[in-house]
């Protein structure tokens, strides 16, 4: 069962799996290293890092009930997933990168299903499906400016292999998002751990 916290108006809010504490400064190091080499982004603090499943935009109370049913329904599905951050990448590419990001290793075609599971089942919730497939990352820094494609090039060749340790994602989290002048503030509407049994390979 899901643990939920009752609110009475609309709010903000994505769907996300969570990452250890450890895991985050690892990729909150990495976008201080790249600034460091003159990379001009902001980079996202520790504690905004998620794993984003599904970003709703504003959920009337009702709304966030039904979210909370699929949820649950679908992590009773899926196991605990086995990941690791790894690579570097940017959207929409190195030449001219808006947002720099890391990739995943792991239970990737697990999670893949899971997305497109939970994708399967928002329009019985009007809610409106994504138009691009599913990929899974980290985002690490977004752009203040642009930056040249020699220097972006020297930075894949020195962070493209990075990783972090394997870490598990157990449970989605429902996070209402409260953009305030000090930053965005997330707190948790939701839970539904991921109880499903381990797939066969």
């Known amino acids: 069962m899901a643990e939920r916290e009752a609110t009475g108006e609309a709010?903000?809010?994505?769907?996300?799996?969570?990452?250890?504490?450890?895991?985050?400064?690892?990729?909150?190091?990495?976008g201080s290293e790249l600034s460091s080499m003159g990379i001009p982004m902001r980079r996202v603090a520790p504690e905004a890092m998620h794993l984003t499943l599904k970003f709703f935009g504003n959920l009337a109370p009702e709304d966030i009930r039904g979210v909370t049913?699929?949820?649950?329904?679908?992590?009773?599905?899926?196991?605990?997933?086995s990941?690791?951050?790894?690579?570097?990448?940017?959207?929409?590419?190195?030449?001219?990168?808006?947002?720099?990001?890391?990739?995943?290793?792991?239970?990737?075609?697990?999670?893949?299903?899971?997305?497109a599971d939970l994708e399967s089942r928002w329009p019985a919730l009007g809610i409106a499906p994504e138009d691009r497939p599913f990929r899974g990352h980290f985002t690490v820094g977004r752009m203040k400016d642009r930056?040249?494609?020699?220097?972006?090039?020297?930075?894949?060749?020195?962070?493209g292999a990075f990783e972090t340790p394997a870490f598990t994602a157990e449970a989605l989290t429902l996070y209402k998002s409260e953009l305030l002048?000090?930053?965005?503030?997330?707190?948790?509407?939701?839970?539904?751990?991921?109880t499903g049994k381990p797939r066969e390979e």
Request: net charge positive.
């Open 69 to 81: 049913e699929v949820m649950e329904e679908a992590a009773a599905l899926y196991p605990p997933l």
């Open 181 to 194: 002048p000090g930053g965005p503030r997330y707190t948790v509407l939701a839970k539904a751990p991921l």
């Open 147 to 159: 930056v040249s494609p020699e220097k972006m090039a020297k930075a894949m060749t020195r962070y």
């Open 11 to 30: 709010v903000r809010a994505f769907l996300a799996l969570d990452c250890p504490a450890a895991i985050r400064a690892e990729l909150a190091r990495l």
């Open 83 to 115: 990941l690791s951050a790894k690579g570097l990448g940017a959207f929409p590419g190195f030449r001219n990168p808006r947002v720099v990001w890391v990739g995943l290793f792991g239970d990737t075609l697990l999670l893949e299903a899971l997305a």
